[in-house]
């Protein structure tokens, strides 16, 4: 199923984009935010797309076909700066960086995002660089698996995942998600067990969504490249311009927050709102994967 774009009218609305803009879209993933920027900059705009995963880039080149406007770049927004050059605009009128996974990534059960899924414990966005999760499963101390689960999850139960993923791997190495997922069950009391096929919302808050969610967030880097991008992106807008960002937890929102408060406090930006913009009930109905997401978006000054 094609991502659905969450908050994408209030996107269009907080980015003020105009005909002729130079917009760039730090996370093309299905391609459906840059589908709206594309019509709203008209025949004149121009779009600079990312992705660092090479099926998202294949699906918009199928997608936006021969469209002149866009460029479709397969990098990390973190590189920004480092392939600007490259990119020949100037500098840009707005960016969005709507982070996390797409709808496609989770559904590809090779890939190992999801704990429903069967695949081998992957994980990587970009396939062809960095660890895979099955490798910090097999590599990591137990101390620092659980830090990770606790940083990066939130998991209060992240020693005792940590303990029985090191027992395990012992006799079992852990490769697939079915591996971690009969770990984690160890650790759990029987009535927090799941049963595949069961409720989806009650697998969704099940514990094991947080390590996979830690996991994720260890084996992308993703803070980091998330503080690498605001502040590329920041770099390269036009004075007036602006940079949105969707986040989808708390840590990540926290992230964006504190950034944009501090160039908001050295009078090098505007936040066009105190709050973050929320999705509404119409559309958490109609595309449940908007309920947790934040959109915040900054006015370069200078
Ligand atoms: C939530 S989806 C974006 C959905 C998109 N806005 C749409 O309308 O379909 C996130 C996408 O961003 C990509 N991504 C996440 N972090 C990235 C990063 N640091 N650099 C480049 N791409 C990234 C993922 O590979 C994924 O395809």
Redesign the pocket.
Known sequence: MR?K?VLLQEVLDALALKPGAVVM??????????EAILEKIGPSGKLVG????PD?IRRCRALFEKDPRIVLVH????NLDKVFMRLEVKAFDAVLL?????SE?LADGKRGFSFQGEGELDMR?NPEIGRKASDLLTQMSEVQLADLFYHYGEERRSRRFAKVIVETRRHHPLKTVEDLHQALEKALPSHLRFEKGKRPGWARRHPATKVFQALRIGV?D?LE?LKE?MSGAFKHLVPGGRLGVISFHSLEDRIVKQQFRAWDLEERGKLIFRKPLVAKRSEILNNPRSRSAKLRVIEKIS
């Open positions: 991502h774009p879209d730090g996370t093309l993933g299905g391609g459906g935010h840059a990312f992705d660092q995963d998202a990098e990390n927004f973190r709507d982070i996390g996974i797409s990534q966005m992308n993703e490249a991008g």
